[in-house]
């Protein structure tokens, strides 16, 4: 069976990982994020924390934020990331990850682009071909 897009260019789409100390908190930062159209969603994952902080290592429960917004954003996304943080020290990890090119066309709409900005991964460097049907 032939998936539609199957052999299709994939697009780029940017994602980011940070934490926030409350869901109240991590809730207001993704609001934020998406008022602005620096991000398309926004998924929400209480977690426990084991790091080191000031000489200490520490535990906590925070909830982790996955943003999924377009690479064009990322510059404007990681300062208001840092402006509207909690955290004096917000996590803030981020690569560019490949996907559909229809969930990129949404993800370039809903981050105020036009879908055509939605701009092709880089070709595979593999060797391999396009899988057969």
Not at 19 to 40: N, V, Y
């Amino acid at each position: 069976m032939v998936l539609p897009e199957s052999g299709a260019q994939p697009a780029s789409l940017l994602l980011a990982l940070t934490t926030e100390a409350t869901p109240a908190l991590a809730e207001a930062l993704a609001e934020a994020l998406l008022a602005r159209r620096l991000a398309a969603c926004v998924a929400l994952q209480p977690i426990t924390s084991l790091y080191h902080w000031q000489g200490s290592q520490e535990r906590g429960v925070e909830v982790q934020l996955l943003i999924k917004s377009h690479p064009s954003r990322r510059a404007e996304l990681e300062a208001a990331v840092h402006q509207l943080h909690s955290y004096s020290t917000p996590e803030w990890i981020h690569w560019q990850a490949q996907c559909s090119l229809a969930y990129a066309s949404w993800l370039a709409t809903s981050c105020g682009l036009s879908p055509g900005d939605a701009a092709p991964a880089p070709p595979d460097r593999t060797g391999g071909a396009a899988p057969a049907g």
